[in-house]
């Protein structure tokens, strides 16, 4: 079992950055694919990005293709997203989530473990 503890949401203009970070304790970090979704006001949960375990092959939706990079680093047991260009779409609570596959899967379902979510607020 792993826990997840997202952090580094806030409150920004359009075009800044933010860079998420979910650090994760409990079993083995390096054992799991990790993936990023983000639920808005409204709207069901959706996908963001994915990282495979050694963190040599990565998934985004094309919404936030091109300016969203995930990343790990599996000695600090922790998956980032920096996150560039910002809309407001891109408003939502953020989740960071692992799944014990060796498949990039953008698929809710796939994902075992779940953090608590950090607010990310892009304002015009």
């Known amino acids: 079992q792993v826990q997840l503890v997202e952090s580094g949401g806030g409150l920004v203009q359009a075009g800044g950055s933010l860079r998420l970070s979910c650090a994760a304790s409990?079993?083995?970090?390096?054992?799991?694919?990790m993936g990023w979704f983000r639920q808005a006001p409204g709207k069901e949960r959706e996908f963001v990005a994915a990282?495979?375990?050694?963190?040599?092959?990565?998934y985004y939706a094309d919404s936030v293709k091109g300016r969203f990079t995930i990343s790990r680093d599996n000695a600090k047991n922790t998956v980032y997203l920096q996150m560039n260009s910002l809309k407001p779409d891109d408003t939502a609570v953020y989740y960071c989530?692992?799944?014990?596959?060796?498949?990039?899967?953008?698929?809710?379902?796939?994902?075992?473990?779940w953090g608590q979510g950090t607010q990310v607020t892009v304002s015009s």
């Open positions: 989530a692992a799944d014990d596959s060796l498949i990039l899967s953008s698929t809710q379902g796939e994902y075992d473990y």
């Open positions: 990282i495979i375990r050694s963190g040599g092959s990565t």
């Open positions: 409990g079993r083995a970090f390096n054992y799991y694919t």
